[in-house]
């Protein structure tokens, strides 16, 4: 079989289709602050930038930068981007092949560049063609956290969808919970954030593009639907930084003019409010299946978003409610099927 897309990495670009008007854009109005010269500007990070197919770039946080800095043994196409991780300078990468149906597990070290792999063998009661649609360091347990679905190049699958833990040094796979997300009536995972043992997941109920926000607490077995105030499409592409209170994303506008436009936002877990970063231009969202990663060292959440045709770094830093979009420089090679993984201090 030629390798094939694997159907919740294309999710969101369905969904983009589904609830944007018109693939037209338009002007932003936005405030023309003065960039400083370009011979000043010296990078303090480098974003590690991981393509579908296995392929590494770096994007320097002051200058936009993007070098092509290496590629992920073993990886061919189908790199599950919400199904990424990372653990201090390990990043672990989930790749799901259909021809014959395995899972692949890597494990990245930024500093060395080293890889190892495994094929994940899932326990015997999850059936055939099983994957991870989510993976999250539990840092607590020092293991692994994911969501797995069994049957995936189905798009009407009636089998479960299960929490596990993975052994990050043996690749070793149990389950997690009894919870089943396919028996509450839920689809799809598409963007996951675990804080402490409760795992926040952005799910699809029926076919429509109408996502839930999902409390799930694997340790007692109970999944809570939390109320997103003001927000009709939700949010999605969660991150946090530490608190256990609060998820950083970014919110679908429905019926926009600009394809896949999305506002960033953070999200009170305990009372559903919602509060967006004011001033920020029209932007767009690259996938809306994906993580969005936070930098704890630079205390800021970063992303890849588009706007008027460019590709920009989008960072923003809670403890000040500061944000910047920093154009990317000669972002050729990059395209939506792309997300930040990890970083690198200089």
Known sequence: MALKIFRSLLLSAFLVLFISCSEEESSAEKENLPEPPAESLVDTYNYIVLKNDGTLYTIGNKTGKVTQTGRIPGIEFNTIFNSVTSAGSKIFIYEHRFDPPAGTLYSYDSQSGKTVSAVLDFPEEFGENTALMSLDWDEENENLLGITQEDLESTTSFKPIKVVKINPESFAVATASEVDLHALGYSNVMSTSLIGQKIYAVSLKGSNWQPHLLEIDPVNNKVEVLEVQGRDLGITNLGNNGSANSLFGFSPVPNSDIMAEVRPVTFNIQDGTTTEISKVQRISALSFSHKTFYNKEAKEFAA???????????????????????????????????????????
Do not use: H, R
């Open 304 to 346: 890849l978003v588009a706007s008027d045709k460019k590709l920009y770094l989008f960072s923003y830093k809670p403890s000040t409610g500061a944000y910047q979009m920093l154009e990317v420089q000669k972002p050729e090679n990059l395209f939506s099927l792309v997300s930040i993984v990890g970083v690198k201090k200089i």
